[in-house]
């Protein structure tokens, strides 16, 4: 089935690191995404990667990928407010649409 | 470059009525997709359009249509308008109808319906 599982919430001090973690479904999912969305905006591409990596980095953002238990991970280093947000992760489904999680909510705190 | 468009942002209707949203891609990017983000569903797959046909298309109601235009633009139909139907309704553009690509989102149409 179509089910990608994210944590709801998460809390995090400024200037810490974020780790948001999501587990997907179909392990014939050929790329994985991170998007962001802040309120009353559209879905910003954060990163993706391919299926046959297991790590991708970029500035502050990493991405950990372990295909063996389809657990995907997302990191941000040093933690900024502006990175309040919530964070969906994305598995292709059958190579044309995307499946999403139900979304983190990511809160920074001073 | 100018990213994706939708129109319009905000928009009321009431129960019955039917409503035509538009989606401009990024310029070069051919495939279309259409999602609709509600609270309690999340993100939904609605449909896919490439070149002008509809490739793909979700588990929803025929009262969901679409269409692409031969500049890549593409509109949404909802018929019959239900409670159950507002959402915010994102478009998202790629350059490659299939396997895996960047898939870009517009800033959504809000819907409420009354």
């Known amino acids: 089935g179509e089910d990608v599982e994210q944590s709801l919430f998460l809390s995090v001090r400024e200037g810490d690191s974020s780790v948001i973690n999501c587990t997907y479904t179909d392990s014939s999912s050929t790329y994985l995404y991170w998007y962001k969305q802040e309120p009353g905006a559209g879905l910003q591409l954060l990163t993706y990667?391919?299926?046959?990596?297991d790590m991708k980095q970029d500035q502050r953002l990493t991405v950990l990928l372990n295909k063996k238990d389809k657990h995907l991970s997302l990191r941000i280093a040093d933690t900024q407010t502006g990175d309040s947000a919530i964070y969906f992760c994305?598995?292709?489904?059958?190579?044309?649409?995307?499946?999403f999680g139900a979304g983190t909510t990511v809160t920074v705190r001073a | 470059k100018a990213g994706v468009t939708q129109t319009p942002r905000y928009l009321i209707k009431t129960r019955g009525q039917q409503v035509t949203l538009s989606c401009s891609p990024i310029s070069g990017h051919r495939s279309v997709s259409w999602y609709q983000q509600t609270p309690g569903q999340g993100l939904q797959f609605l449909f896919e359009?490439?070149?002008?046909?509809?490739?793909n298309k979700g588990n929803f109601p025929g009262r969901f249509s679409g269409r692409q235009f031969s500049n890549s633009r593409s509109e949404m139909n909802v018929s019959t308008l239900e409670l159950g139907d507002s959402a915010l309704y994102l478009c998202?553009?790629?350059?490659?109808?299939?396997?895996?690509?960047?898939?870009?989102f517009g800033e959504g149409s809000r819907l409420t319906v009354l």
């Open positions: 994305a598995e292709t489904i059958n190579d044309y649409k995307l499946s």
């Open positions: 998202a553009s790629s350059l490659a109808s299939s396997g895996s690509r960047e898939l870009f």
């Open positions: 990667i391919f299926s046959n990596m």
């Open positions: 359009y490439f070149s002008e046909t509809q490739r």
